[in-house]
């Protein structure tokens, strides 16, 4: 049996279309391949346990954070500094298709070297065999859980945010690297700074420029409300499905929700059509109008040409709104000791 959510998802729609069943027949064609192989969990670990690597690094385990689909991630200490790390041990592969897929994914995000974007400290195995990865710790909180404790961003907050993102994903780009599920849940916002600083976290779709033929068989389901209109149709992703969920998020931020509403089916109905709904739904943000045109296109060729081109237009928009005179009360400012764990555990779905 395949296991997969958004494909669950995407059966459940209630108005068969054309897209829908693409949406269906792509993923099961892509995890066919899996369906008869077993993932299993790695070894569960106890506090103060040392984790020895094929490389030679130990790790001694401080505490778990959970465990996401893709395996176990611990806080650990480094033995030879005692650097704190998040330490992710990811499911022992059923196949070797799916033993490589970790090892690109973690070779990708070594590429990455960007003040935006969460740092990997090194990858491997373990001595078990375990495919594992130590990332940097960044205490904060996700976007997400910012938008749902926020009635209300400021819209020079906003453009600040899509400016760093786009930064990042640029950087990403540039290094051969799309990220394929870009949501607010995979956007971080560190507490350290004063200003909202964002780390883009969760590269475990991502997906390598230079090898489109990867794209075709082996695909990893991200989350179908941000998907980009090609994504859900099975087709190869590029740079442009990075700016269409950079815009979504965007999106989110300013208005609370996304176009064109909260269901399943009306997502992939406006993604099969040419124009989705989604008009801004105040004269106060018809500034807007123009960014959101080219960023949320159904056709990848219209969207704007790169993250360069997306950073020169938010530029622009950042020309007409003023920096908000007090932002003490934001919810990124205000968590407390115990909350700001959130940030740390959010690491599991990488």
């Known amino acids: 049996m395949i296991n997969c959510d958004c494909l669950n998802e995407c059966r459940q729609l209630v108005k068969p279309r054309k897209l829908a069943v693409t949406v269906v027949n792509s993923l099961a064609k892509k995890h066919k391949a ?4 077993v993932s299993t969990a790695p070894t569960e670990r106890v506090v103060g346990q040392t984790i020895y690597t094929s490389t030679g690094f130990e790790y001694t385990i401080e505490r778990c ?7 176990i991630v611990y806080l650990a200490s480094r033995g030879s500094d005692q650097a704190t790390v998040a330490l992710k041990i990811a499911k022992q592969a059923g196949a070797s298709i799916e033993s490589r897929l970790i090892s690109d994914e973690y070779a990708a995000l070594a590429r990455l070297n960007h003040p935006h974007v969460v740092k990997v400290i090194e990858y491997g195995k373990t001595r078990e065999d375990e495919c594992y990865v130590a990332l940097e710790v960044v205490d904060g909180i996700t976007l997400e859980s910012l938008l749902g404790e926020s009635n209300h961003l400021h819209e020079y907050e906003i ?14 780009h540039l290094c051969g690297v799309v990220h394929g599920d870009l949501k607010p849940g995979n956007i971080m916002i560190s507490q350290a700074a004063e200003t909202k600083k964002i780390y883009v976290i969760d590269f475990g779709i991502s997906h390598i420029l230079e090898d489109p033929e990867d794209q075709s068989d082996e ?3 991200g989350s179908i409300s941000y998907m980009s209109p090609e994504q859900m149709a099975g087709l190869q992703i590029t740079n442009k499905s990075d700016i269409y969920q950079l815009g979504l998020i965007l999106y989110e ?13 009306d997502i992939v109905a406006a993604k099969a059509a040419d124009n989705p709904p ?3 739904p105040d004269q106060v943000y018809m500034q807007w109008q123009d960014f959101f045109g080219k960023t949320l296109s159904t056709k990848p060729e219209t969207r704007y040409p790169s993250m360069r081109h997306v950073k020169k237009e938010l530029r622009k928009l950042a020309d007409k709104f ?29």
Request: hydrophobic share 35%.
């Open 278 to 280: 989604f008009e801004c």
């Open 65 to 71: 954070l959970g465990t996401g689909g893709q395996g």
């Open 219 to 221: 695909f990893n389901c």
């Open 34 to 37: 899996n369906a008869n192989t």
């Open 253 to 265: 931020c300013l208005f609370g929700g996304l176009p064109p509403g909260d269901t399943k089916s």
């Open 322 to 350: 003023l920096p908000p005179v007090n932002t003490s009360n934001d919810a990124a400012a205000v968590q407390n000791e115990t909350e700001s764990t959130n940030g740390i555990e959010s690491l599991i779905g990488l």
């Open 159 to 172: 453009v600040n945010i899509g400016l760093q993102i786009a930064d990042a994903m640029e950087h990403a």
